[in-house]
């Protein structure tokens, strides 16, 4: 006699409830979370914020890092910023902490404002195409980025813009600010502009330790030029004139001495 079939038809039909459960329990989210936005290790531009409707494109430099360690750093276009943050799947949790008070004009003095209003808080992040953004729940802040390499050290236009002292920076002297140029040539060429003369050296790069060592003064012009520029150029000459520290991060430039006496420098955009 045949065994009767009902006991297969039973477990057959507990499998496809069994299934059945689970797949509205995924629904529901009961399953895995969603992986974490993968934000360390990418260099993020800022193209603009949006706060209370009001949209504000962001000047040239602006930049997040975030850190495998928690943090994000960079520079709002006119200061640089530091924050604490966590990623839970797409949400992200800023917390500032501290921000620089380098004085800038109005423009970006206004974004820097509305990018501090925005970068805050439990944020929604959306990551489609290398393009960022992340948001308030109530939509009323908004940041928009984009992922972009970082500016290699050889062959980049190297803009200076600060000062670094130890753990301190500062802008460039009044009436010294567009000039102070380096390109760093594949060759170990280092020409540029010093703030009123141009200058050309050479300069052994170890990338692995990460220091850049100037072999001898830097040749330069006899051009006559304003105070700060003079004062300018004989800071930066003194301080090519041995071994340096170097990092780069997005696309500043941080150049230091044994002794923390350094600059900072931004990669100049192709035109």
């Not at 995924?26 to 603009?48: F, I, K």
């Not at 008070?101 to 959306?126: I, M, S, V, W, Y």
């Not at 290398?130 to 729940?137: D, F, H, I, M, P």
């Not at 006559?224 to 340096?244: H, I, R, W």
Request: proline fraction near 5%; glycine fraction near 12%; aromatic fraction near 4%.
């Amino acid at each position: 006699m045949p065994k009767p079939r009902c006991t297969t038809l039973a477990a057959a039909t507990a499998l496809l409830a069994a299934l059945t459960a689970c797949a509205q329990q995924a629904d529901a989210g009961g399953g895995a979370g969603d992986p974490d936005l993968p934000l360390s290790g990418t260099h993020w531009t800022v193209d603009a914020v949006t706060v209370d409707g009001g949209r504000s494109t962001a000047p040239d430099g602006a930049r997040v890092d975030f850190t495998d360690r928690g943090r994000a750093q960079g520079d709002t276009g006119c200061n640089h910023f530091g924050a604490s943050f966590a990623v839970d799947g797409a949400t992200v949790t800023v917390t500032s902490e501290e921000v620089t008070e380098r004085g800038c004009p109005d423009d970006p003095q206004r974004f820097e404002a509305a990018f501090l209003a925005a970068f805050t808080g439990p944020l929604k992040g959306t990551l489609k195409d290398g393009a960022l953004t992340l948001a308030s729940a109530d939509g009323k802040r908004q940041v928009e980025l984009t992922a972009e390499p970082s500016a290699p050290l050889r062959g980049t236009v190297w803009k200076v813009d600060g000062l670094v002292s130890q753990d301190s920076a500062a802008s460039l002297p009044a009436g010294a600010e567009d000039k102070a140029r380096l390109v760093i040539g594949a060759d170990g060429e280092v020409t540029g502009n010093l703030g009123c003369n141009g200058f050309s050296a050479t300069a052994t790069v170890d990338e692995k330790a990460g220091t850049l060592t100037v072999d001898g003064p830097a040749a330069t012009t006899r051009m006559m030029c304003t105070g700060p520029q003079m004062a300018l150029e004989t800071k930066l000459y003194e301080l090519l004139d041995g071994p340096l520290s170097y990092r780069v991060e997005h696309r500043t430039l941080t150049l230091t001495d044994g002794g923390g006496e350094g600059l900072t420098a931004r990669a100049e955009r192709a035109q």
